[in-house]
């Protein structure tokens, strides 16, 4: 396929969704006792997710530790049951598959894991562990999955005579091309990328997120790309999904988030961004949040962000926010942006 015919064919798909997330819920139960555990509350690690991502396009999930994010990425690829909710690849609804046919629907889906350290098998070398999804869905020869393996290595900016060495011989950076490659032995459709490049130095990371620009643009690849950097995301996002404790507290296309951001936590987020000019970043407002974060397993009254926010009043403290659009396709849960709007 030509490089003019896939950018038809991305045209074309432009507005189809892949992904479609409808009330998503994750709860992780509290147990107490050393024999006879019993139950006691719950930790609602992910509560109520909404969102869709259209074919070919970069979905940025970001928000501070603990409020989610990993845990969303796993349940989508059904790698962590989820409570309740359903998850759809196109019209297959992946909550309800099990076995063998969620087996074979896992070459559509596929993980690029944080720590390039922890997920690869420091005892399998590195053609191994790239021919290793091939040798379970794919029916090749040996010189056939060689073959496959050197293209997929020389795709992501390595050598094929890397192929008989160990993970151990590598770098951080270099590491993650070897997780991509494995990602995408399988021509997958839908990628979640779960904080790929936070585990790597700075000079390394805009290497790594410009390599998978490039392979979306050249397969198609749709990404959900979870991270608590906002510039990096900001860099290779189509939209962005702001979490807080469980929830989507805003979503817009990225020019419009960073140009006007509604929510207080998404404000706070962005000023905290660093400027490379000292001139510019000396003059700017800094919100910074004051208070504690409230617990998962202790979730407060009314808006979960209240006991941060700097614009809280009563009707915060009592009524949970609605999550609504405002406009161009940019949504927002706050009663400040409802108060706004009706005035």
Excluded at 55 to 69: H, Q
Excluded at 226 to 245: G, K, Q, T
Excluded at 260 to 267: A, D, E, G, I, R
Excluded at 309 to 332: A, I, L, M, T
Aim: net charge neutral.
């Amino acid at each position: 396929m030509t490089q003019t015919q896939l950018l038809q064919m991305q045209t074309a798909h432009s507005n189809e969704t892949l992904l479609r997330v409808q009330d998503l819920k994750v709860y992780f139960p509290i147990l107490r006792g050393l024999v006879l555990q019993r139950q006691v509350g719950w930790i609602k690690a992910v509560d109520g997710l909404n969102f869709e991502i259209r074919r070919g396009e970069t979905l940025g999930l970001v928000g501070e530790s603990g409020c989610g994010k990993s845990t969303t990425g796993r349940a989508i690829l059904q790698l962590q049951q989820p409570t309740s909710g359903q998850v759809y690849l196109e019209d297959t609804e992946l909550t309800r598959l099990k076995g063998e046919p969620l087996r074979q629907l896992r070459r559509r889906m596929q993980m690029i894991f944080q720590d390039p350290y922890a997920s690869l098998n420091p005892r399998m070398t590195v053609g191994s562990i790239i021919a290793e999804p091939l040798e379970v869905f794919e029916r090749m020869t040996s010189s056939d999955r060689q073959a496959r393996v050197s293209e997929l290595l020389m795709r992501v900016g390595l050598s094929p005579e890397f192929r008989d060495r160990y993970p151990h011989e590598f770098s951080g950076g270099q590491r993650q091309r070897i997780v991509i490659a494995r990602a995408l032995a399988l021509n997958p459709d839908f990628v979640v990328c779960d904080e790929p490049v936070s585990a790597l130095d700075v000079s390394i990371q805009a290497q790594i997120v410009n390599l998978m620009q490039d392979l979306q643009s050249e397969l198609g690849l749709t990404y959900l790309f979870i991270a608590h950097d906002l510039s990096v995301v900001r860099h290779i996002s189509d939209r962005i999904a702001v979490m807080y404790l469980g929830r989507i507290v805003e979503l817009a296309d990225c020019v419009s988030l960073y140009e006007n951001p509604l929510h207080p936590y998404t404000q706070a987020l962005l000023s905290a961004i660093p400027i490379p000019n000292p001139t510019v970043e000396a003059a700017r407002k800094r919100v910074v949040l004051q208070g504690d974060v409230a617990s998962p397993s202790n979730l407060p009254q009314g808006c979960r962000f209240h006991t941060r926010c700097p614009y809280v009043f009563d009707r915060c403290k009592q009524e949970d926010p609605q999550f609504s659009q405002v406009g161009n396709g940019h949504s927002v849960a706050c009663h400040l942006v409802d108060s706004n709007s009706q005035c």
